[in-house]
C-alpha cells in the first residue's frame, strides 16, 4: 500500500511539473512590453561577456536574477528560450513547494494536487519572463514554506535555509522580501526565546551569515566597489521608495477593492485563529499558531507591498494559498456538511482562479497588452533565430511588423558601426543579438532606474555616466525607443549628465538617434 501511495505521489509530483512549466512556457511567449519583458536578457548575457552589475551598468534593484539568467544562457545557449525555461522552472518550484507542504499539513492528495495547479497558474505566469518581483516574492515565500517544515519536523537546518532564502529574495529585489524578513526574523526570535530553544536563531542567522560571507567574496572575486554596491542596491532605492510613500494617495479602491478575493480566506483564517485562541488554552504556544502568523505575515506583507507598487498586480496566488492554509485549520472544527464547505473553498479557489487567468495569461494584463490584439502577434525569424519562440506584439505599435522593423533597423546600424559604441534602450537584448559589448550604462531606463537632477545621489550617476564613456572610450551613443524621441527625454537619458555641447547630434528616425561625441572639457583627461 505504502509503495502505490509513493508511486501517486511521483506521478502527480510529475504532472504538476510538467503543468507548471508548460503553462509559463507558452505564456510567457505571447506578446512583450519591452522594458520589462526584457529586463534580464541582455544584463545576463553581458555577464558572460565579462561585465558586472554595479561595476559596468546602474542597477536600482537586486542583480541576482542577473546572474541567474546568465548561467541558464551558458547551460542552453544564448536564445529566448533560455529566458523563459528560467521563469518556467521557478514556476515548477513554487507549485511543488505548495504541494509539498499541503501534503505536510495532511491535505488530502487530491486537494494538495489541485491547489498546487491553481498557484502554477497564478504564479509566474503572470508575467511569463523572468521579473524582480516576483524572484522576491516566490523565494521569500520558499522561505516561509521552510520555517513551517522546520515546525512540523523540528529540524534545525531548515531554519538556517530559511535565511538563505530569504537572502536570495531580498537580492533579487529588495522589496518585498524586506517586508517579509522583518516580521519573520521578529517571529523567528519569539518562537525561540518562547520554546527556549537557542539553536533556532543561531540556525537561523548563520544563514544569513554564510549568504553574505560568500556575498561578499562575490563582490571582491568580481571587482565590483562595496561602496557602488551598497550605494546601488541600499540607499538609492531609499530615495526613491520614501518619495512614493510620501506622495501615494490611500484610497477605498487601491486598499480594499483591487484585493477584495484575497482578503475574503485571509478574513476566514484570523477568523478560525481567534476561534482558537478563545477555545484552546495555551494556543498561542501551538505550532499551529505559529503556521498561520508566518503565512499570515508573508501575506500581509505581499498585500502591503502591492498597495505602494506601481507595477502591476500579480499576487492573486495567495488567493489558492490561503484556500490550502484554510482547509488546514478547519481540521479541528466538527461541524455538519463540513465537506460542503471544502467544496465551497475549492470552488471559489477554482474561480478566482479562472478569473485572473483570463486577465493575466490570456490577456496579458501584466504586461499591459490587455488591449492589444494577441492574435495579430507574429513569429520571429530574424537574427539567427535567437528569438525564435517569441510571438511579438506590444502595445507600442498597432502593427508589430513595423516594430520589428525598426529594430532589424537599428541592428542593422549599430552592427556596421565598429566603433566603440553605447546603446541607450528598453529593447534590452541588443548585446545578446549582436554578442558584443554595446555599454549600456543602466538596466533600464525609466524614472527611477537612476538618479535625476533632484536626488541626492544624482552626482553619483553623473560620475558614473562620465567614467563609463572615458573607460570603454566610446565615440557614438545610440538611442533606441518604442516612442517618438524628443528634447525632454533626450535630457532625462543624456543631456542632464553630460551637456548638449560634448556632442553632435543626428536623427535617425523617428525612433532611433545618433550622438556622436566631440571634444569639451567635461570629457577631457
Same mark, same amino acid.
Given at each position: 500500500?505504502?509503495?502505490?501511495?509513493?508511486?501517486?505521489?511521483?506521478?502527480?509530483?510529475?504532472?504538476?511539473?510538467?503543468?507548471?512549466?508548460?503553462?509559463?512556457?507558452?505564456?510567457?511567449?505571447?506578446?512583450?512590453?519591452?522594458?520589462?519583458?526584457?529586463?534580464?536578457?541582455?544584463?545576463?548575457?553581458?555577464?558572460?561577456?565579462?561585465?558586472?552589475?554595479?561595476?559596468?551598468?546602474?542597477?536600482?534593484?537586486?542583480?541576482?536574477?542577473?546572474?541567474?539568467?546568465?548561467?541558464?544562457?551558458?547551460?542552453?545557449?544564448?536564445?529566448?528560450?533560455?529566458?523563459?525555461?528560467?521563469?518556467?522552472?521557478?514556476?515548477?518550484?513554487?507549485?511543488?513547494? *505548495? @504541494?509539498?507542504?499541503?501534503?505536510?499539513?495532511? #491535505?488530502? +492528495? %487530491?486537494? /494538495? !494536487?489541485?491547489?498546487? $495547479?491553481? =498557484?502554477? &497558474?497564478? *504564479? @509566474?505566469?503572470?508575467?511569463?519572463?523572468?521579473? #524582480?518581483? +516576483? %524572484?522576491? /516574492? !516566490?523565494?521569500?515565500? $520558499?522561505? =516561509?514554506? &521552510?520555517?513551517?517544515?522546520?515546525?512540523?519536523?523540528?529540524?534545525?537546518?531548515?531554519?538556517?535555509?530559511?535565511?538563505?532564502?530569504?537572502?536570495?529574495?531580498?537580492?533579487?529585489?529588495?522589496?518585498?522580501?524586506?517586508?517579509?524578513?522583518?516580521?519573520?526574523?521578529?517571529?523567528?526570535?519569539?518562537?525561540?526565546?518562547?520554546?527556549?530553544?537557542?539553536?533556532?536563531?543561531?540556525?537561523?542567522?548563520?544563514?544569513?551569515?554564510?549568504?553574505?560571507?560568500?556575498?561578499?567574496?562575490?563582490?571582491?572575486?568580481?571587482?565590483?566597489?562595496?561602496?557602488?554596491?551598497?550605494?546601488?542596491?541600499?540607499?538609492?532605492?531609499?530615495?526613491?521608495?520614501?518619495?512614493?510613500?510620501?506622495?501615494?494617495?490611500?484610497?477605498?479602491?487601491?486598499?480594499?477593492?483591487?484585493?477584495?478575493?484575497?482578503?475574503?480566506?485571509?478574513?476566514?483564517?484570523?477568523?478560525?485563529?481567534?476561534?482558537?485562541?478563545?477555545?484552546?488554552?495555551?494556543?498561542?504556544?501551538?505550532?499551529?499558531?505559529?503556521?498561520?502568523?508566518?503565512?499570515?505575515?508573508?501575506?500581509?506583507?505581499?498585500?502591503?507591498?502591492?498597495?505602494?507598487?506601481?507595477?502591476?498586480?500579480?499576487?492573486?496566488?495567495?488567493?489558492?494559498?490561503?484556500?490550502?492554509?484554510?482547509?488546514?485549520?478547519?481540521?479541528?472544527?466538527?461541524?455538519?456538511?463540513?465537506?460542503?464547505?471544502?467544496?465551497?473553498?475549492?470552488?471559489?479557489?477554482?474561480?478566482?482562479?479562472?478569473?485572473?487567468?483570463?486577465?493575466?495569461?490570456?490577456?496579458?494584463?501584466?504586461?499591459?497588452?490587455?488591449?492589444?490584439?494577441?492574435?495579430?502577434?507574429?513569429?520571429?525569424?530574424?537574427?539567427?533565430?535567437?528569438?525564435?519562440?517569441?510571438?511579438?506584439?506590444?502595445?507600442?505599435?498597432?502593427?508589430?511588423?513595423?516594430?520589428?522593423?525598426?529594430?532589424?533597423?537599428?541592428?542593422?546600424?549599430?552592427?556596421?558601426?565598429?566603433?566603440?559604441?553605447?546603446?541607450?534602450?528598453?529593447?534590452?537584448?541588443?548585446?545578446?543579438?549582436?554578442?558584443?559589448?554595446?555599454?549600456?550604462?543602466?538596466?533600464?531606463?525609466?524614472?527611477?532606474?537612476?538618479?535625476?537632477?533632484?536626488?541626492?545621489?544624482?552626482?553619483?550617476?553623473?560620475?558614473?555616466?562620465?567614467?563609463?564613456?572615458?573607460?570603454?572610450?566610446?565615440?557614438?551613443?545610440?538611442?533606441?525607443?518604442?516612442?517618438?524621441?524628443?528634447?525632454?527625454?533626450?535630457?532625462?537619458?543624456?543631456?542632464?549628465?553630460?551637456?548638449?555641447?560634448?556632442?553632435?547630434?543626428?536623427?535617425?528616425?523617428?525612433?532611433?538617434?545618433?550622438?556622436?561625441?566631440?571634444?569639451?572639457?567635461?570629457?577631457?583627461?
Amino acid at each position: 500500500m505504502h509503495k502505490i501511495v509513493k508511486y501517486r505521489e511521483s506521478y502527480i509530483i510529475f504532472l504538476i511539473s510538467i503543468f507548471s512549466f508548460s503553462v509559463n512556457y507558452y505564456v510567457g511567449s505571447r506578446g512583450v512590453f519591452p522594458i520589462d519583458t526584457f529586463m534580464h536578457y541582455d544584463p545576463g548575457y553581458r555577464i558572460l561577456l565579462g561585465e558586472a552589475p554595479v561595476k559596468d551598468f546602474w542597477i536600482v534593484h537586486g542583480f541576482l536574477i542577473d546572474y541567474l539568467q546568465a548561467i541558464f544562457f551558458k547551460i542552453f545557449g544564448n536564445f529566448w528560450y533560455s529566458y523563459i525555461i528560467h521563469s518556467s522552472l521557478i514556476n515548477v518550484l513554487v507549485a511543488i513547494f *505548495s @504541494y509539498y507542504i499541503f501534503r505536510i499539513l495532511q #491535505l488530502t +492528495l %487530491h486537494h /494538495s !494536487f489541485l491547489l498546487s $495547479i491553481l =498557484i502554477s &497558474l497564478l *504564479s @509566474y505566469p503572470v508575467s511569463g519572463t523572468p521579473f #524582480l518581483d +516576483l %524572484h522576491s /516574492s !516566490f523565494f521569500s515565500l $520558499i522561505a =516561509i514554506f &521552510l520555517g513551517i517544515m522546520a515546525l512540523k519536523q523540528n529540524n534545525y537546518y531548515y531554519w538556517f535555509w530559511m535565511s538563505i532564502m530569504f537572502c536570495v529574495g531580498f537580492f533579487s529585489k529588495q522589496v518585498p522580501a524586506a517586508y517579509s524578513i522583518i516580521l519573520t526574523t521578529l517571529l523567528v526570535f519569539g518562537f525561540s526565546f518562547e520554546t527556549k530553544r537557542k539553536k533556532i536563531i543561531i540556525f537561523y542567522l548563520s544563514g544569513a551569515l554564510v549568504f553574505l560571507f560568500l556575498l561578499y567574496i562575490f563582490l571582491i572575486f568580481q571587482k565590483i566597489s562595496i561602496k557602488d554596491f551598497f550605494l546601488q542596491i541600499f540607499l538609492f532605492p531609499q530615495s526613491i521608495g520614501s518619495s512614493r510613500f510620501e506622495n501615494y494617495n490611500l484610497n477605498f479602491n487601491n486598499l480594499v477593492l483591487d484585493y477584495k478575493f484575497i482578503y475574503i480566506p485571509l478574513i476566514v483564517l484570523i477568523f478560525l485563529n481567534i476561534l482558537s485562541i478563545i477555545k484552546k488554552k495555551n494556543y498561542f504556544k501551538s505550532i499551529d499558531f505559529k503556521i498561520f502568523l508566518l503565512i499570515l505575515f508573508f501575506s500581509l506583507s505581499s498585500i502591503f507591498h502591492q498597495i505602494y507598487t506601481k507595477n502591476q498586480t500579480y499576487i492573486y496566488f495567495l488567493i489558492p494559498l490561503l484556500s490550502g492554509f484554510l482547509i488546514f485549520f478547519l481540521k479541528d472544527y466538527k461541524f455538519k456538511r463540513k465537506e460542503i464547505f471544502t467544496i465551497l473553498i475549492l470552488a471559489y479557489s477554482i474561480f478566482s482562479t479562472i478569473k485572473y487567468n483570463d486577465r493575466y495569461n490570456i490577456k496579458r494584463h501584466f504586461h499591459e497588452l490587455t488591449n492589444t490584439n494577441l492574435q495579430n502577434a507574429i513569429k520571429i525569424n530574424l537574427f539567427d533565430k535567437k528569438l525564435s519562440g517569441l510571438k511579438w506584439i506590444s502595445p507600442h505599435f498597432d502593427d508589430p511588423k513595423e516594430e520589428l522593423r525598426n529594430i532589424e533597423e537599428t541592428f542593422n546600424l549599430i552592427s556596421l558601426d565598429k566603433k566603440n559604441k553605447m546603446l541607450i534602450t528598453d529593447y534590452n537584448f541588443y548585446s545578446s543579438l549582436i554578442e558584443q559589448k554595446l555599454h549600456s550604462l543602466s538596466r533600464t531606463y525609466d524614472n527611477i532606474s537612476y538618479p535625476e537632477k533632484n536626488n541626492k545621489f544624482y552626482i553619483d550617476y553623473k560620475n558614473f555616466f562620465i567614467r563609463k564613456l572615458k573607460i570603454n572610450n566610446i565615440e557614438n551613443i545610440y538611442i533606441f525607443e518604442s516612442k517618438k524621441i524628443d528634447k525632454p527625454r533626450l535630457n532625462h537619458l543624456i543631456f542632464n549628465y553630460v551637456p548638449q555641447n560634448c556632442f553632435s547630434t543626428e536623427s535617425i528616425n523617428a525612433y532611433t538617434a545618433k550622438l556622436k561625441i566631440i571634444k569639451c572639457k567635461e570629457l577631457d583627461g
